[in-house]
């Protein structure tokens, strides 16, 4: 009697081991593909309440993949931009997804690709550290720490 409930609790175990390890599998999708370099927020004054994001990602998947959205606690809105000439002026536009071209780098900087952080509920002071959930076509997530740089932190790297 004591052997056959070991076994149904050893196969209990197994059966939840086994399940727990397929749904990260599939939690992870293009989100444990996409490697993040170099993340970085852009520091602003107390009065300031938008800012932007910047990094390096890379699609270690063979396929091309798409980033969609983004979301950070600290702003109440957060967009996907991209920076383009228009008769000569410089101007931001949001835009429904960043392409992930199959092993190629992408980079968010400035005057190109970025994540806007609109309604900012703190002001981001150097040294601060910002979290950010990349979010990408398949719907699964990778949260990242950003750390919030000065300007001139940023003209130095």
Do not use: C, W
């Not at 993340?39 to 091309?64: G, H, I, N, W």
């Not at 957060?78 to 949001?94: A, I, Q, S, T």
């Not at 997530?141 to 740089?149: L, S």
Request: net charge positive; proline share 6%; charged share 25%.
């Amino acid at each position: 009697m004591i052997a056959g409930k070991r076994l149904r609790m050893a196969r209990t175990i197994l059966l939840f081991a086994s399940i727990l390890m397929a749904g990260s599998g599939m939690a992870d999708g293009v989100a444990g593909k996409v490697s993040v370099t170099e993340p970085y927020v852009r520091a602003v004054p107390p009065v300031v309440k938008t800012s932007a994001a910047f990094m390096q990602l890379r699609s270690d998947d063979s396929v091309e993949r798409f980033l969609v959205n983004a979301e950070s606690p600290v702003a109440g809105v957060v967009e996907l931009h991209m920076h383009e000439h228009d008769d000569g002026v410089m101007r931001m536009r949001r835009i429904v997804h960043i392409h992930l071209p199959p092993k190629k780098d992408v980079s968010l900087e400035p005057g190109g690709l970025h994540i806007m952080l609109f309604d900012l509920k703190k002001t981001l002071k150097p040294g601060d550290s910002v979290p950010i959930t990349l979010i990408f076509d398949d719907d699964s997530r990778k949260t990242i720490e950003a750390p919030v740089r000065s300007v001139t932190d940023m003209m130095r790297h």
